[in-house]
């Protein structure tokens, strides 16, 4: 990173790492598994995890700052957190230097800690492979790029005045001081023969507060930090950062030493297990909770799993398996579900190029949404209905498609999505499987299914889709034809984000039926087609309330062109959505 803008960060002296040669308890190859399967992490960006107003876990990573120490094997960790870092972004393809901004007391993830401080609870520690100061090299490890350290708590924090190439000359950073929790078993990452860590002579038997000074200016005190002399540490202080003479603090500093053994001896109760354990199989057998999408930790090799596969948590390193069984959900269970919003379809802007009519035809409800503009788009989206005889195939079909999924014949997968901003892979929020011709979108042509070996939970779904969108377009002289279906299973909370169905190749026409729970699937103009020019939110141009056997129709390219759309279900449930894939398919 160029020091010649904002910050001047200084670069740590490189340690020679030794590998890393035994098995750290909890480790993970991408931030997705850690936030999936870790509990005390779950922030897919920042460095700080906190909820509520108490910090839980703390990332440590690559972005050096001065003063950032380990010392005591990695007992005590001292880092500065809360955010507001030089950090590099991406704009527009382009890395883009994002300069750093004073962080204050009432910063979220700041406040967080400070609030952890001050309840002397634990947090958990973890580190990436590009923290230069873990003495041990995780790369000697396949796969390890996240490692958790243990439970530490915090012992001291602290503002200091760092200098920065902007008006002000400097900004003001956190620094949080973190020791190891010895209510647990000795670091794991130290050789057996430091396992049973003695008493270190130089500490105090109680433990003792940090020295400490009183600001003559603001009256606040602030504990001794560095060699050097006492400074006032309150940022808010004119005095903040001088000496007692008024001389103002060097950018080269070193610990007091009473400050570094100042430790905390933990009084706090028990403290928990930091080890992830699987959700036990509740009574009622319901295994499509939150709880059974979220991933795994393997005993066997310590690493983290996302729940990539639908039949059973896997392990990605070893292979190691857990099985789920659980019972097939009903679509009944289903029918009650209420949600404060609006539970039915509605066209957000009457002012829309997308109207509403419903339509009966013969024993067919339908309600039609045709989308006229010249020029622009044009289309129509049918919401077909299900009735009683619908319903109970599809009941048989959502049945069908649980025993198969459950089984393995059917393989449910989460795959990797092609373009995002997390370190990793990281896998779609749904699982799917591709059945006929290869789709490109998910998953590839490695995990597709031919039509005559696919399982029969997807044909019948290809059928029942085919003559419920027979049934309203009766006027029709040829058959429209598909020949590839994906199918998708959300468990609670899972839901697939706004895509459209627009790549090369695809025919004009897709089909979906719903099975299991109830559904919001939102419109939107695509950002490049809004008279606005794209700025802020872009509101929804028309939801759909999807019921257990709906079959939904978007017939015409334009609406995959100028639109995109989203699926939201409120619980469980299961789609089935049938599209055209020509030869010329990407
Ligand atoms: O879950 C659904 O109903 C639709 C899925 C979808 O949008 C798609 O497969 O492109």
């Known amino acids: 990173m160029p020091n010649s803008v904002g910050t001047r960060v200084p670069k ?93 007391e009432g910063d979220k993830s700041v406040r967080a800690l400070l609030h952890t401080y001050r ?104 504990p001794l930090v560095y060699k050097e002399g006492w400074m006032c540490l ?25 400050f570094l053994a100042v430790s905390f001896r933990c009084e706090h109760d028990p403290l928990e297990d930091i080890v992830p354990q699987p959700p036990a199989v509740p009574e009622d057998g319901v295994v499509t909770s939150r709880r059974f999408s979220r991933g ?4 066997k090799c310590g690493r983290l799993s996302s729940r990539y596969k639908w039949q059973h948590w896997e392990c990605n390193h070893c292979g190691e398996t857990m099985q789920v069984m659980g019972k097939n959900r009903i679509a009944k269970e289903f029918w009650g579900q209420n949600n404060s919003r609006f539970m ?32 622009g788009p044009r289309g129509t989206i049918y919401a077909v209905l299900g009735n009683s005889i619908v319903n109970r195939i599809a009941d048989e079909i959502f049945d069908e498609y649980q025993e198969q999924a459950k089984t393995g014949e059917l393989q449910f997968r989460r795959f990797p999505l092609r373009s995002h901003h997390c370190r990793g892979e990281l896998l779609t929020n749904y699982f799917s499987q591709n059945s006929g011709e290869p ?43 598909f020949n590839e279906v994906l199918s998708a299973a959300y468990m609670e909370e899972q839901s697939m984000s706004f895509h459209s169905d627009a790549e090369n190749g695809l025919g004009p026409r897709v089909a979906s039926l719903s099975l299991g729970s109830c559904a919001y699937m939102h419109f939107r103009l695509l950002k490049k ?21 709906d079959v939904l129709i978007m017939d015409g ?12 279900p409120l619980n469980f449930r299961i789609a089935a959505t049938a599209r055209y894939i020509g030869r010329n398919h990407l």
């Not at 030794?18 to 991408?30: D, E, G, M, N, Y």
């Not at 012992?155 to 020791?179: D, L, M, S, T």
């Not at 087609?529 to 257990?548: A, E, I, Q, W």
């Not at 390219?557 to 939201?568: F, G, L, N, S, W």
Request: overall charge positive; glycine content about 8%.
């Open 12 to 104: 740590p002296i490189p340690l020679p790492k030794r590998p890393l040669t035994v098995q750290p308890p909890i480790w993970a190859k991408s931030r997705q598994e850690v936030c999936e399967s870790f509990e005390w992490f779950k922030s897919y960006q920042g460095g700080v995890y906190f909820k509520g107003d108490i910090a839980r876990g703390y990332l440590l990573g690559g972005f050096y700052a001065s003063r950032d120490l380990l010392a005591r094997d990695g007992r005590l960790i001292i880092s500065h957190g809360g955010g507001k870092a030089e950090s590099v972004h991406s704009k527009k393809g382009k890395p883009t230097l994002q300069e750093a901004s004073d962080q204050h």
């Open 119 to 222: 309840l002397r609870k634990e947090i958990a520690l973890l580190i990436d492979d590009r923290y230069p100061l873990f003495p041990y090299d995780l790369s000697a490890k396949k796969d390890c790029t996240y490692v958790v350290l243990g439970f530490y708590h915090i012992v001291h924090a602290w503002a200091e005045r760092q200098p920065c190439n902007n008006e002000k000359g400097y900004v003001v950073r956190w620094k949080f001081a973190f020791e190891w929790c010895e209510r647990q078993p000795a670091p794991w990452w130290l050789p057996p023969s430091g396992a049973v860590c003695p008493p270190d002579p130089d500490q105090p038997e109680q433990a003792a507060g940090p020295l400490e000074g009183r600001c003559p200016a603001c009256k606040k005190k602030s």
């Open 234 to 258: 309150q940022p808010s202080c004119t005095a903040f950062w001088t000496f007692t003479d008024g001389v103002l603090g060097p950018e080269e500093l070193t610990y007091d030493e009473s």
């Open 296 to 299: 795994w930790h393997c005993k």
């Open 344 to 375: 039915t379809h509605k066209v957000h802007d009457p002012a829309n190029t997308i109207r509403m009519c419903s339509l009966m035809q013969g024993t067919v409800q339908s309600f039609n949404f045709p989308i006229k503009r010249s020029p």
């Open 439 to 481: 789709y490109q979108y998910v998953g590839g042509t490695a995990h597709t299914v031919p039509f005559d070996a696919a399982p029969s939970a997807v044909v019948k779904a290809r059928d029942l889709i085919q003559s419920r969108m027979m049934s309203v377009m009766q006027a029709e002289s040829q058959p429209y034809h």
């Open 529 to 549: 087609y809004r008279t606005d020019g794209g700025s802020g939110n872009v509101p929804k141009s028309l939801t759909l309330f999807l019921r257990h056997g």
């Open 557 to 568: 390219a334009d609406i995959q062109k100028y639109y995109e759309h989203t699926v939201v």
